[in-house]
């Protein structure tokens, strides 16, 4: 996008262009920061659930005074030339019939009619969920949310549906969990669906990338955010307040992907190893696990097993508990099945000031090496990974405070694989 915007400038400055961006990101202040850090002032449009159909990044398209596209798809290596050699200076094309557009009519909720079929009402929430986001329009509360999920559901679960409801409402199970209605489990049934919305359109590159965000290394073409440090710093440097960030960036977002494979080279001590410690019995401290799998998992073609996994581990204070930071960052004690592997076994989750907030670990584990001279083997799944997770908590600010453990399982499973590539391929 920067070069983009560079070499419009002087069209956008002349009146002679108006350029417009559409992101398909989950978050959308994180494209805000970015744009923000380039100086890219041109509108960027939000499309978390993609409902442009696109299957990869960039789509470049060139609309003239018509509202005709010309000359079709842009070639992102030959843009500068399109632009000002072949489309720029031609006349305007006569508009044809209107095309059917294969994407939903998402507008704002208040211009809508009520939604009769369970498809309508699918786009009926769709629109809830996006406009609930704009100025001008009420935000969605606990029930809301709920009812949005229940009519994608609903839509996704319908025969001969298309994968893309499915993957809709994976993202509308994302935004749940980012918002103050989560629900346990928000994230690992977001993760679910979005792997059955791609086994089913294994091309879908959009798809593929949502996922791989929060995915193993071995599973990621590149790091996603590494670039949010540098551009929070480079903004404040310039003396300006960069755009907030909402979510937290969580460790898969940040780190490069790899095709080593990972071998533990550091023997860590059991923190606890006659299990002394007392157990949380009254649940201060609860624990949320999230699994993604490789993306592998929706191919038999791929070799990689679908074991290889990136966990994501989050402590969250219930009511009236809270951690001490004095005492130090909590630890998690991590065991896995004979023949997996994992970089470390003893982690350190997260420690922020606030004692009422929630802590974050992430690790990944990996399954025996399948033979690769020959045929791709299924993995060795389900699999469970045990742990301990080592913490200091009180019981309200002026209540008993005391080292407490939580023992705990994950259990790793590929989700269900369903055959052929769906409709609307």
């Not at 509308?172 to 919305?197: P, T, V």
């Given at each position: ?13 002349s009146g ?5 961006g559409i992101?398909?990101?989950q978050?959308?202040?994180r ?5 923000q850090?380039?100086?890219i002032?041109?509108?960027i ?13 960039p789509v470049v398209?060139?609309v003239?005074?018509a509202?005709v596209i010309r000359?079709?798809r842009?070639?992102?290596r ?13 006349a ?17 909720p208040?211009?809508?009619?009520a939604?009769?079929s369970e498809?309508d009402?699918?786009?009926?929430a769709l629109?809830?969920?996006?406009w609930?986001?704009?100025a001008?329009?009420?935000g969605?509360d606990?029930?809301?949310?709920a009812e ?17 409801l499915?993957?809709h409402h994976?993202v509308?199970?994302?935004?749940r969990y ?8 928000d994230f690992q049934r977001a993760?679910?669906a979005?792997?059955?919305a791609l086994?089913r359109?294994p091309s ?7 996922i791989?965000q929060?995915?193993?290394r071995?599973d ?15 903004m404040?440097a ?11 960036l ?6 490069s992907?790899t ?6 080279k550091?023997q860590?001590p ?9 157990r ?6 609860e ?7 490789h ?10 097993p ?11 204070p219930?009511?009236?508990a809270?951690?001490e930071p ?10 896995v099945?004979?023949?997996?592997n994992?970089?470390?076994?003893l ?8 004692p009422k ?7 990944e ?11 791709p083997t299924?993995?060795t ?5 045990r ?10 600010a002026?209540g ?8 705990f ?8 694989v369903v055959e ?5 391929k």
């Amino acid at each position: 996008m920067p070069v983009w915007h560079e070499k419009t400038r002087a069209l956008r400055e002349s009146g002679e262009l108006v350029v417009i961006g559409i992101t398909q990101e989950q978050h959308p202040d994180r494209c805000s920061l970015y744009a923000q850090w380039q100086g890219i002032d041109w509108p960027i449009l939000w499309d978390p659930f993609n409902l442009t159909g696109s299957a990869a990044v960039p789509v470049v398209l060139a609309v003239d005074e018509a509202g005709v596209i010309r000359p079709g798809r842009l070639d992102v290596r030959r843009f500068e030339e399109q632009i000002l050699e072949d489309w720029m200076p031609s006349a305007p094309a006569q508009p044809g019939p209107a095309a059917h557009r294969p994407y939903p009519d998402v507008v704002p909720p208040s211009t809508r009619a009520a939604a009769a079929s369970e498809g309508d009402k699918a786009q009926a929430a769709l629109s809830r969920l996006l406009w609930s986001r704009t100025a001008g329009e009420e935000g969605l509360d606990g029930a809301a949310h709920a009812e949005a999920l229940r009519a994608l559901e609903q839509a996704a679960l319908a025969q001969d549906a298309d994968p893309a409801l499915t993957f809709h409402h994976g993202v509308a199970l994302r935004m749940r969990y980012d918002s103050e209605y989560r629900r346990a489990g928000d994230f690992q049934r977001a993760l679910d669906a979005w792997m059955s919305a791609l086994g089913r359109r294994p091309s879908q590159y959009i798809w593929r990338r949502r996922i791989q965000q929060w995915g193993p290394r071995l599973d990621k073409p590149y790091p996603f955010y590494d670039w949010v440090e540098e551009a929070q710093a480079s903004m404040i440097a310039a003396g300006k307040v960069p755009h907030q960030i909402q979510v937290a960036l969580s460790g898969a977002e940040v780190t490069s992907g790899t095709r080593e494979i990972p071998v533990r080279k550091i023997q860590d001590p059991h923190p606890d190893p006659e299990a002394a410690l007392k157990r949380d019995g009254k649940h201060l401290i609860e624990l949320e696990s999230t699994v993604c799998l490789h993306t592998g998992v929706t191919s038999k073609r791929v070799r990689e097993p679908a074991g290889s996994s990136r966990i994501h581990l989050v402590l969250r204070p219930t009511a009236g508990a809270q951690f001490e930071p004095a005492a130090g960052p909590a630890k998690i004690w991590i065991e896995v099945p004979t023949g997996w592997n994992t970089p470390r076994q003893l982690l350190t989750a997260s420690s922020p000031a606030d004692p009422k907030a929630e802590l974050l670990a992430e690790f990944e584990v990996r399954p025996p090496q399948p033979d690769l001279t020959g045929p791709p083997t299924s993995p060795t799944l389900p699999a469970t990974i045990r742990g301990t997770a080592f913490y200091f908590v009180c019981e309200g600010a002026s209540g008993e405070c005391q080292f407490l453990a939580q023992d705990f399982e994950i259990l790793i499973q590929a989700p269900p694989v369903v055959e052929g590539p769906g409709p609307g391929k």
